[in-house]
Nanobody, 115 residues
Framework: QVKVVESGGGLVQAGGSLRLSCAAS????????GGWYRQAPGKQRELVAQ???????DYGDSVKGRFTISRDGTKNTVYLQMMSLKPEDTAVYYC?????????WGQGTQVTVSS
């Protein structure tokens, strides 16, 4: 069974940067689309960024210009570079990876931005 392994979360001061990584556990996984979502306490899960197999990207309005999603298809890995972090970016960040048939979620990684 494919597992999605996330890394890179942590505590950072406002204005700082973090880079999240997300990889599929199986080397035979054929990455199609990938995305990052986040959920803050008391709020619904929301899209942060997504990237298609062809490299098309889309971002949530609150992160445009600050976050960049990228992928390495050879490693079945998706990255999220987060810059100019704000306290309101504090949330659990979840990675979603899709092959042609299924969608897989990671367990989530905590990002905390202090003011």
């Amino acid at each position: 069974q494919v597992k999605v392994v996330e890394s890179g979360g942590g505590l950072v001061q406002a204005g700082g940067s973090l880079r999240l990584s997300c990889a599929a556990s199986e080397s035979t996984f054929n990455l199609n689309n990938g995305g990052w979502y986040r959920q803050a306490p008391g709020k619904q899960r929301e899209l942060v960024a997504q990237i298609s197999r062809t490299g098309y990207t889309d971002y949530g309005d609150s992160v445009k210009g600050r976050f960049t999603i990228s992928r390495d298809g050879t490693k079945n890995t998706v990255y999220l570079q987060m810059m100019s972090l704000k306290p309101e970016d504090t949330a659990v960040y979840y990675c979603n990876l899709e092959d042609k048939q299924w969608s897989y979620w990671g367990q989530g990684t905590q990002v905390t931005v202090s003011s």
